[in-house]
């Protein structure tokens, strides 16, 4: 079968393959056998063939020896219940037999194909994710927290247990907090949010500290070859800010929940170029059709395969990778779509798409590699703040961290313009627009650093429930939006709350009314214009949007839950103000975004997301890179639906 | 920051403080280890600032170490799952580490602070509820058993056990019924009602001895101040009627779901009332703003915690406490609303409408102290109907005894009358009318003082699902309505019940039809007038209402689901037959109340609930206590939205 | 009260009890000591009675005293939790104790009533059904597979275990599938297909053995006397095409979802029929009136007890019985119906029914006893493809068997057409037409045998993702439909699969408009005819259901998730090319069954489902069995609702 894939993969110039991912059983057959002939075999004809090889430690998975021998190494849900051999992604993070086991798979993979040259990246694991409360992991939290807290008293002042009783005299009163413990109807819902809000950042680092010993491991044989695992986009359990640093490169796998949200997927793509400062990412998996993982598993549209790919690219990707190769016959994805389906044929149209945009990538060469995104407006994305929210008890759990976001993202997507999806952290110095929506958690210095963009002469947006909670997830002593009201001139007293069914209109200066929902904080300005006010309830007339002259800049507060024409309005009343808007901001639906190649060019791209063709004439002149013909500024464009369209702007 | 929150309370007239309600952790560190010095200078400063104090023993959670030390402290879960150390409400009822050491700690706060004059009341534990199924539990169970049984014959046959092969043979054979045992589908699905109907009672008594421990330690050194501890209205897992007597007075924490009930809160004041025979209660904790515990938590509107004080006291509150008085920092509870919020400011309009109160209250002085609700009418509030009634295994899960009491309750609500909620053991000798719907259980002597209700003049309404099992929750071998037939003068052989999308119309005795719904019995007079026939169906024609003449008076039997217009022509026909309609009967938003204090003055206390003005003519001459003014008879008084008017009747 | 019980029998003309159904903790009331004294009075009883004694060995649960001596006996379940004595079918079915304990009871019990010529059948366990997951289970697991698989390497191979890792190197590492380890989200979501079948196939055998074990431990004693147990229709969890042959007669239990389709419980007793290759089986319980375990329990309206009795008889029953004679008292199925309620009245209107049906089956004596139904429809039912299609992942949720499978017999049993539903290894050269709906796992020689009906002039009707998998869920490396292509005629590359609120039209071959949903598959016609084109999204235009010539026969092959009304037009082409139409295929709520005595008579069923009286011309000359008078062919039959005709065809 292997010759029959290596000439499909020629049809469809496939020149790269990831390798090994759960091949732990197959490398590792007991406890002191390596053996390595199968992926040898592997290797050695991907190598031959002239593939490029992204290879794999294979530890997303434990063998069923292993976890027969060693009970340890598998996971306690969040229920406390300890697992025996299943599924994958089953590794307890804090087990030592599983720390030590996987790393010295990864060693001897890496020492055994260290000097195949088709080797060009190493992955580490896979889709790392989900959580372990058992007492390996519980005495691992309290390492951790030792570490993070001097004493017991700064962590009872961090945790605030004096309220119900919690105060906690020595270190192992200390329990990972789970359903036995502080939670009830699952992980949201706790009684301390200061416990939870540290499990998470723990887990997170956890398996984070896997990655780092196979990467060491790999280290010791290959110190150069670049070593990546794959990311999950907007995946909440795990703090992607924390874990870049260790990472080579990003690698991400794309499995959008629907092919209704563009605007979801090109967030995405922002927020993993974000991770390593913009730098350039692989698009680890796609299906080339259906996910088998959902209860209803729609086909993908002919044509949109190639426009999603393309999306990648446009927003930072320098491979698109697929899985799956060839179909699997069993298990939980035999049904996930595949290049090579189970007949083997290479007369489906999904063949013949991939092969199409094989043949399309083979005639671009290298053109993309390594260019860059050129934003000027930076949008903020704070796994704390994601975590502090949605682990709250009140205002409101309709309040999701990703959907108020998204339609912040989704305004700056509609106007076209490129933005960097950035942590808190971040050099804000090159952004004229800095976006901060829901940042409920407010952290170091970046309040200073907000400021200082609206000092010289720059906008930042920020939304209702910011600004609340420290770090620890207590709430600042004074007027919300705490250190923020300051940038803001507004301070907030008190907020109302309601179902999704209460809309309460907003009536914008110069005229147009939205809807607010959800959120209704009743803004009191302390210096800052009135921009928005609510119309009906007892607070009909009191200020839901402020803006807030400060320095030579502007700080926005949008203290209601605006419609999407609510947020593209604050949106494009700051992008005007910098000339920001992009080329078509009239055409939602029709995507653009830029990239700069390391020689400067301009590469502009245009996607159009919509089931109809739309024209509009060339923003620029230039060539067009998929046919190679000149572009001229103002020349008719066609673009029919899910079609895309790439040039240089010279 | 105590001296702030002083000075607020001082100018929010704030006079009676509760402390210490979860300080067990504070007051004993470690098991050996007690430390007042906190709570000295909470106690101190709260004395030297003159303020009344309602001290608690500060048991409602355990603490760390104790968890940590004896996990016997903790609970086991209906699912099965021993809890580690978490949360509140945790303790195990039949732990006897925890019942040594809660009393401990309650005996040494009773023995320290109870020469302080300022301690107006003790506050044992806080909101008991929950349950434990831990094989101490399951052994306590079987000592309640053996009390009330007198042997494995008695027990199985209350429990019907010859059903499904569960003769006991042994008392050891008898387990905590839980998801590990008799259910399935959670707590209302259980195979031997019997049994689930016995650990509801159990667990009920188990966690009363808490509290009675509690209350003796305390009674060794402060034998007169009254103890109490905080009820929550109507709660299922307690039967406060077991409890009531153990209390000095009743008090409870008003957190309705939403603002759109205030005959519900009315029917929950009654209910406290009626639980020490009609003495007056505080409401010990309410919300100046919003909870933090539900989903969607919305602000309560302008007025609306005054209009709530004041409903409470109409009804018996002798006092009105908040939770919180400054907002926690940290935890669940951080966005849980306060008088005083993080900022510490005495500007909100929270703070104003608090203050705004409590001066209210300052001028009204002890005028309503200790008054009573003349009420001629009583409702029967069971908890053995209301369990056995939700954990049957048909005819209907549909069918909520909270909701079928409540809509007689609002029938009689806004007829404007005053009603006593009372346990079926309640003496009926003082009322005109008695309201039982859903008395699925039918103990003891009921069925003949109620039918001595009926001889003596009175009238007796009851409904569908009434008069079915006897106190084992075994069905009696009678005719439906079992020995409530007799006053009621029918006989059901059969019923139907259907899904809400079905209605069957009800065509009543002079005309008028409304809707039923959910129940359906067949109603087959044997001496009855048919009030009521069902119009659809096969059963068209069916009695689905009746009234029986018994003795003076009449027995009404109720077999349908009625809708609220149906309840309410039922029960303005009785009332009106006993002149007990209130003063505004036509206007339902109106709600009108009647306390008689000591001395013997009536009060008529008006509330708007209404989002409208209320125009009405005063229904008597008085005084305005709210201003002193005088009050005509007929003069027009007019209540705008949430408006308050209290007057003294002459 | 057993005296009252059996005058009432006796005006009811109830000649047939079933005793003894959960009697083990009367019979055994203690480790050594058996005790029947009881059981002999009431056998003693009944036979002096004369009725006829169905007699159970009791062991559907174990007593108490036996799950407290040998906590292996009870189960685990899928959660992994070990379940303490409770409800009911709680026996682990791999236990040594209870397979020894339960035979050795039912042993005695046959030794001592043998000789009773009034026993007419034994009664083994009840209901057969759940799972267990404990320890016990998952030997007897792995020693089922040592059986199924020569070695590990085979059993690898069938479950695709290089797929996440999971070579298995010793049988020991082999878990029982469950919420611990393959599973999330519940049974149906597995990480291994393979696994979770074979568990759920396993988990049937286990079950099987008990029934086995008892059976024979009966036999000792009783070589002659029917066994059997009672089945319950469409039960997913027992493959009770397995079970059948080790059963001398069939009997089932008839708890209808709903009062609404009829057709669904023909489907249920044809199944029940079929499992014994047409041999009459018996409807071991209904309700005379409502069930108690739903969470709404309609009434059964007038009439529908004895048509639903007689819908039984029209199917193949040869004796109806009811649960339960008398009301319980106490516990979960006392508001289940009876015969004979509460209060022991004969003058109810459900007494009268069941004796009105008494004296009914009275009049007709033995005239139905031993008839078979002359079927010439062959509709396939498969457990293996039940199971194989809901623990898929991929291609979507929604798709249920029985909803699919109720769709093509709701089409035939509209036609008036008597159906056999039948194993997949059924013999099939009796049919003309074989309907083979969603069968998904296509096993052994099934294709070949399909082949042969339509090479003989016969029908074959299959639907969308049949012919997907082998005996071990792996995908056949082939075109889809597997190994039913050639049949087929058809080659499927691609499918889309969608919510339910999305419609795809389909217009059929002569112009008709239907709706598709849910499932679309993309059929290429590779020789066969198209039928139906899809008309919208990107595919309208594609062959939605097509039909292919094979032999002197067709193989029809539906594409697409098609209405009621596209599939009754596929069916009624087949139907009317076969010239299989039933008299009144315009009259869809007229259901019309034929059976034929051992004598070769035809009997003739009309039932009257519908609300309304319908007229229609009888369809042959022969005598009213119900009446006694001649019918003559054409004669006007008048059909009032819920009415039953029953006459001779000569």
Redesign the interface.
């Known amino acids: 079968m292997w010759e029959q894939d290596y000439r499909l993969f020629d049809a469809a110039r496939i020149d790269t393959v990831t390798v090994g991912v ?5 490398t590792q ?2 406890p002191e056998v390596y053996d390595f002939s199968m992926l040898d075999r592997i290797v050695q004809r991907a190598a031959g063939e002239r593939r490029n090889i992204c290879l794999a430690t ?1 530890t ?6 292993l ?2 021998a060693f009970p340890e190494v598998t996971r306690t849900d969040f ?10 992604h089953n590794s307890c993070p804090s087990s030592p037999v599983f720390r030590q086991l996987s790393a010295e798979v990864a060693r001897r993979i890496g020492e055994r194909y260290a000097d195949y040259p088709s080797i060009i990246a190493w992955h580490v694991g896979n889709e790392y994710g989900g959580a372990c409360y058992c007492d390996l992991c519980a005495a691992g939290f309290r390492d951790w927290l030792r570490k993070r807290y001097a004493n017991l008293d700064e962590l009872n002042a961090a ?12 270190w ?4 990972a ?1 789970s ?6 109807r699952g992980p949201d819902h ?5 416990i939870t809000l540290d499990y998470l950042r723990f887990m997170s680092d956890a398996m984070l500290t896997n990655f780092i010993d196979e990467k060491a491991a790999l280290r010791q044989s290959t110190p150069d070859t670049p070593v990546t695992t794959n990311f999950m986009g907007m995946y909440r359990p795990i703090d992607y800010h924390r874990w870049a640093a260790h990472l080579d490169f990003v690698s991400w796998d794309n499995y959008p929940p629907d092919d209704r949200s563009p605007a979801r997927m090109a967030l995405a793509h922002d927020l993993m170029r974000g991770l390593k400062d913009g730098q350039p990412f692989w698009l680890m998996e796609q299906t080339p ?11 993908k ?2 044509g949109v395969m190639r426009l999603w790919s393309w999306q990648a690219m446009a927003h930072g990707a320098d491979a698109v990778l697929f899985f799956q190769m060839r ?10 779509g595949a290049v090579i ?5 290479s007369d ?3 063949f013949r798409e991939v092969s199409q945009l094989g043949a399309e990538l083979d005639r671009l060469g290298g053109a993309l590699l390594g260019a860059r995104t050129p934003a000027r407006v930076a949008l903020l994305f704070d796994w704390d703040s994601w975590w502090a929210l949605e682990i ?7 309040v999701r961290y990703q959907q108020v976001v998204l339609s912040y993202y989704q305004a700056l997507w509609e106007a076209g313009v490129d933005v960097d999806v950035v942590a808190v952290t971040a050099d804000l110095a090159r952004y004229d627009v800095v976006v901060a929506p829901v940042l409920h958690m407010l952290k170091g210095d970046l309040a200073p650093r907000l400021e200082e963009v609206a000092k010289r002469g720059g906008s930042v947006v920020t939304t209702f429930l910011s600004g609340r ?1 420290d770090e ?9 939006p705490g250190p923020l009201g300051r940038l803001m001139g507004v301070r907030v ?7 999704p069914e209460v809309v309460n209109p907003v009536r914008l200066r110069g005229g147009g009314k939205v809807a607010a929902q959800l959120v209704f904080e009743l803004v009191q300005p302390d210096g800052a214009e009135v921009m928005g006010t609510y119309q009906a309830d ?1 607070y009909a007339g009191t200020a839901a949007v402020t803006r807030n002259a400060f320095g030579s800049g502007h700080g926005w507060y949008v203290g209601a839950g605006l419609d999407q024409a609510g947020v593209s309005w604050v949106i494009r009343q700051v992008l005007d103000r910098h000339e920001l808007m992009g080329p078509y901001p009239d055409l939602p639906d029709l995507e653009s975004a830029v990239r700069v190649t390391p020689e400067g060019e301009r590469l502009l791209f245009l996607l159009n997301h919509s089931a109809d063709a739309i024209d509009v004439p060339a923003p620029g002149a230039g060539v067009d890179l998929l046919t190679g013909r000149p572009v001229e500024r103002g020349q008719p464009l066609r673009l029919k639906p899910s079609a895309v369209h790439v040039q240089t702007m010279s």
């Open positions: 759960f091949s732990w059983a197959l057959p007991a294979g997303g998975a434990h063998p069923a020896w976890a027969r229920e406390g219940r300890r697992h025996r051999f299943g599924q994958r945790w605030y247990t004096t309220f119900w009783s919690h105060t906690f005299t020595d192992d009163q200390i329990e907090p359903a036995l413990t502080e939670h009830w706790t009684a301390f949010q200061g059709s259906y996910t088998a993982s959902r209860d209803v598993n729609p086909l549209r002919p179909a699997s016959r069993g298990a939980c994805e035999k049904y996930h389906g189970h007949a083997g044929r489906t149209r999904v709250s008890d009140g205002p409101s759990r309709l909670v620890n997830d207590n709430a600042f002593l004074m007027d919300v007293d008190e907020w109302d709350v309601r179902g007892f």
